[in-house]
Nanobody, 114 residues
Framework: QVQLVESGGGLVQAGGSLRLSCAVS????????MGWYRQAIGKQRELVAE???????RYVDSVKGRFTISRDNVKNTVYLQMNSLKPEDTAVYYC????????WGKGTLVTVSS
């Protein structure tokens, strides 16, 4: 059974940093990509950062230059390093793995105070 477990969220002041982790367990056939999404209150879930199976990265414009997605294949973990956080980054962050279907974690809350 595949499980994605996020950690690393919390409360941080504007300008601060957090690193989110997503531990992936179980067997996923044909991974096409891994990524982080977020959903703020009253808004739709949006893609924040994506790492393709070929190693390419893609970021939403609002986080370019501040967030970095990476992967540790040995630990089966995906990370999202978030620097220079802003109040508008406040959201629940979800880990996603794209295989033959989408797999999701339960999310971790990031709150950025002004």
């Amino acid at each position: 059974q595949v499980q994605l477990v996020e950690s690393g969220g919390g409360l941080v002041q504007a300008g601060g940093s957090l690193r989110l982790s997503c531990a992936v367990s179980g067997s996923i056939f044909s991974i096409n990509g891994m990524g982080w999404y977020r959903q703020a209150i009253g808004k739709q879930r949006e893609l924040v950062a994506e790492l393709t199976s070929g190693g390419k990265t893609r970021y939403v414009d609002s986080v370019k230059g501040r967030f970095t997605i990476s992967r540790d294949n040995v630990k089966n973990t995906v990370y999202l390093q978030m620097n220079s956080l802003k109040p508008e980054d406040t959201a629940v962050y979800y880990c996603n793995v794209k295989g033959l279907r989408d797999y999701w974690g339960k999310g971790t809350l990031v709150t950025v105070s002004s």
